[in-house]
């Protein structure tokens, strides 16, 4: 998964960026300014934990996110675009978009427009993508145009371009265009952000993640869900903290704290549900690995994930699941129980799944 944080200065997008991607102890990487800050983040797991701790292997693999981190987007007036296309164009092959917004004050930090309302700062990010998806639109129709010769193919998306650009200058989305099978798969090789799956994470201070209570928060998530647009509180500087901490510490400080597990934890689920990603694990003395698929992928393209080999000589899989292991506590035991199960190419992996892959090639 490629995912782009976007949003306003001062957000603590960056923070965020270097929490999901292990560099919270170099907070320098820092705030990207000219180019975008990438990386590739670890996603937390308990299950894998789980596994790790019980097979003891020599390697654990978790799964893994690739981070895009754009430069903040500067404003001067509720009504004004920044000219952020330039920085959105390095999200533009990313598969979702997480918009951080803040609700915490501070004197310290000042808001880039000098008061706190998610709601407002949430839609100048909203009409940012628009602008920057009307600024791509009306290159590649000026691209075509000044072609020394247009085929019936750029003819074709000549006039279908001219009609997202007229949609886009009106406000519109493009996921809320109306275009049929058809003209998406006309359009399949354009990225266009206001058509990117999104998530807004909003960035509180300790006191607001003890209370639940910050301002705007009803206005907030009605403009979101208006959208489609899933809503998940994390509190940046907290979570810093418990990167920090050992880890029997920071057991005892997300319990203190009334949490299960950490906010970046939270948020790698959530991109998963986003993207409708699962995953199943393989286990054993070498490897303990997490393996990212769509979901409702079948056993046997699900094999190929590990090595084409394994898909195309498939015979079997062997599948037990997490929660049955972890309630029992041993394969040993699952076999006991008959919980142990042989599944065919078409089965349906779940998330979680625990797989064995027989195969002969």
């Known amino acids: 998964m490629k995912i782009g944080l976007i949003g306003l ?10 929490l999901l991607t292990g560099n919270a102890d170099d907070m320098q990487a820092k705030s990207a300014k000219g180019s975008a800050n990438t990386g590739v983040g670890i996603v937390p797991d308990q299950r894998i934990d789980f596994l790790s701790a019980l097979f003891k292997p020599r ?38 978009l997480v918009h951080v917004l803040r609700a915490f ?4 930090v000042v808001h880039d ?21 009307l600024e791509f639109v009306d290159k590649r129709i000026s691209r075509i145009k000044e072609g020394k010769k247009i085929t019936k193919e750029q003819t074709d998306d ?16 493009m996921r809320e265009m109306g275009l049929t099978a058809e003209e998406r798969q006309a359009l399949q090789h354009y990225s266009f952000l206001t058509d990117k799956p999104r998530l807004v994470v909003v960035n509180l201070d300790d006191n607001q993640w003890s209370s639940k209570e910050w301002p705007m928060k009803e206005e907030l998530q009605v403009a979101a869900s208006s959208q489609n647009i899933p809503v ?24 203190d704290m009334g949490f299960e597990v950490p906010g970046v934890s939270m948020l790698a689920y959530a991109l998963y549900r986003l993207l409708g990603q699962i995953s199943f694990f393989t286990v054993g003395e070498d490897e303990v690995r997490a393996w990212t698929i769509d979901e409702g992928t079948v056993a046997k393209h699900a094999a190929g994930k590990i090595h084409s080999d394994i898909e195309r000589g498939f015979i079997r899989a062997e599948v037990v699941k997490y929660d049955n292991l972890r309630e029992l506590g041993s394969m040993a035991k699952v076999k006991e129980k008959g919980l142990f199960k042989l599944e065919g190419k078409e089965y349906l992996i779940s998330d979680g799944d625990i797989i064995n892959f027989r195969f002969n090639v």
Request: with cysteine.
């Open 9 to 18: 200065n001062q957000t603590g997008k960056t923070t965020l960026f270097n």
């Open 59 to 96: 390697k654990t693999i978790n799964a893994r996110i690739e981070l895009v981190d754009v430069a903040g987007f500067s404003v001067s007036g509720q009504d004004k675009s920044s000219g952020a296309a330039k920085f959105l164009d390095d999200v533009r092959n990313c598969e979702a």
């Open 105 to 108: 004050d501070s004197n310290s």
């Open 113 to 133: 427009l000098s008061s706190v309302n998610p709601v407002r700062d949430l839609e100048l990010v909203e009409t940012e993508l628009v602008f920057a998806d």
């Open 158 to 173: 000549l006039v279908l371009l001219e009609r997202c650009f007229e949609w886009l200058e009106d406000g519109g989305t």
């Open 232 to 255: 998940l509180e994390i509190c940046a500087e907290m979570e810093l903290e418990i990167s920090q901490l050992e880890e029997e510490d920071k057991k005892l400080f997300m319990q």
